[in-house]
């Protein structure tokens, strides 16, 4: 059983950066393409950005240039740094791990506010 754990969620000031982090536990991590999504209620869920096993990443078009994804293999963590914040970005992030199956974290939230 792959268990995800998140952390580095907060309030920040509109221009502000966060880095959010997720620790995987119970799997062979370098072996899953990780990723973060948030959804805001009501609202679509949002492939903010992944990575996969090999290190390639993709990012939203909404978030690319102030994101960024990395992966510690060593240390089974993945990465969401998070520059030039919005209150747009403003809902919960969600870290995922897959490879055959998809799992999922409990959620973050990141609140953008002055």
């Known amino acids: 059983q792959v268990q995800l754990v998140e952390s580095g969620g907060g309030l920040v000031q509109p221009g502000g950066s966060l880095r959010l982090s997720c620790a995987a536990s119970?799997?062979?991590?370098?072996?899953?393409?990780m990723g973060w999504y948030r959804q805001t209620p009501g609202k679509q869920r949002e492939l903010v950005a992944r990575?996969?096993?090999?290190?390639?990443?993709n990012y939203a078009d909404s978030v690319k240039g102030r994101l960024t994804i990395s992966r510690d293999n060593a240390k089974n963590t993945v990465h969401l740094q998070m520059n030039s914040l919005k209150p747009e970005d403003t809902t919960v992030y969600y870290c995922?791990?897959?490879?055959?199956?998809?799992?999922w974290g409990q959620g973050t939230q990141v609140t953008v506010s002055s």
């Open positions: 990575i996969t096993s090999g290190g390639n990443t």
């Open positions: 995922y791990a897959n490879y055959r199956s998809v799992y």
């Open positions: 119970g799997t062979i991590f370098r072996l899953y393409a």
